[in-house]
């Protein structure tokens, strides 16, 4: 089944512990980004990838890290995490070039405390 | 970091009334985006606009790319309760960034049977 899947789901942390957010897609696509979805703000691109070893900086990218080493997978890196970064993040791929559609992930639900 | 001005924010309608929903922005976008996004679900793209004044149905949806590139708009007919969620406008400029996606901040339907 073509997916993006996403680990964990769920994440309560504390302040300061790096941790990492994985994301994976089957579809062979080069494209992938990164949103957090907030209260009132809707979603918010964080970073993006247009290939591997290709990223580049979305709408608010301070505070986070990612890396495109392989083309399936594109994690997010928080390396001291706050708590204005708790959100449900969502990972999304889709073809790239020539087409705007997107498949997203299931979200993973973080709490910094 | 920049966002759309989507509107109404919310709206609860009875099943069968069409319902109408707009997205503004105060710079130009070359593609424009409706999503859907279920409960606990990451967004579904329903429509995609790439040129001015361009009316693209999907079902019961219809979509407009604002004449001046700065809007559009959904129109849902004769709703069902399954159209229950939140909708998101997405735009894409290029001179932002290739693959830089801007969100709208969600209009949440509710339909009452």
């Known amino acids: 089944e073509a997916q993006v899947t996403q680990n964990p789901r769920y994440l309560i942390t504390v302040t300061g512990k790096k941790l990492t957010v994985t994301c994976s897609q089957n579809?062979?696509?080069?494209?992938m980004s990164w949103y957090r979805q907030d209260p009132g703000l809707g979603l918010r691109q964080i970073y993006y990838?247009?290939?591997?070893?290709?990223?580049d900086k979305g709408d608010v990218p301070e505070g986070y890290k990612v890396s495109r080493k392989e083309k399936r997978n594109f994690p997010l890196i928080l390396e001291s995490p706050s708590p204005n970064q708790t959100s449900l993040y969502f990972c999304?791929?889709?073809?790239?070039?020539?087409?705007?559609?997107?498949?997203f992930g299931p979200g993973t639900r973080l709490t910094v405390l | 970091g920049q966002q759309l001005n989507q509107s109404p924010q919310s709206m609860f309608i009875q099943e069968g009334e069409d319902v109408s929903m707009n997205c503004t922005s105060s710079?130009?976008?070359?593609?424009w985006l409706w999503y859907k996004q279920d409960p606990g679900e990451g967004p579904v793209l329903l429509i995609a606009?790439?040129?001015?004044?361009e009316l693209t149905s999907n079902g019961r949806l219809t979509a407009q790319f604002g004449i001046t590139r700065k809007d559009s708009f959904l129109n849902i007919s004769a709703s069902i309760p399954s159209d229950v969620g939140i909708y998101f406008c997405?735009?894409?400029?290029?001179?932002?960034?290739?693959?830089?996606?801007?969100f709208g901040t969600g209009t949440r339907l509710k339909v009452l049977a």
């Open positions: 999304a791929s889709g073809k790239g070039w020539g087409t705007d559609t997107q498949y």
């Open positions: 579809m062979n696509h080069e494209y």
């Open positions: 990838s247009m290939n591997v070893e290709v990223t």
């Open positions: 710079s130009i976008f070359n593609t």
């Open positions: 606009l790439y040129k001015a004044g």
């Open positions: 997405a735009g894409r400029s290029l001179t932002s960034g290739t693959y830089k996606y801007i």
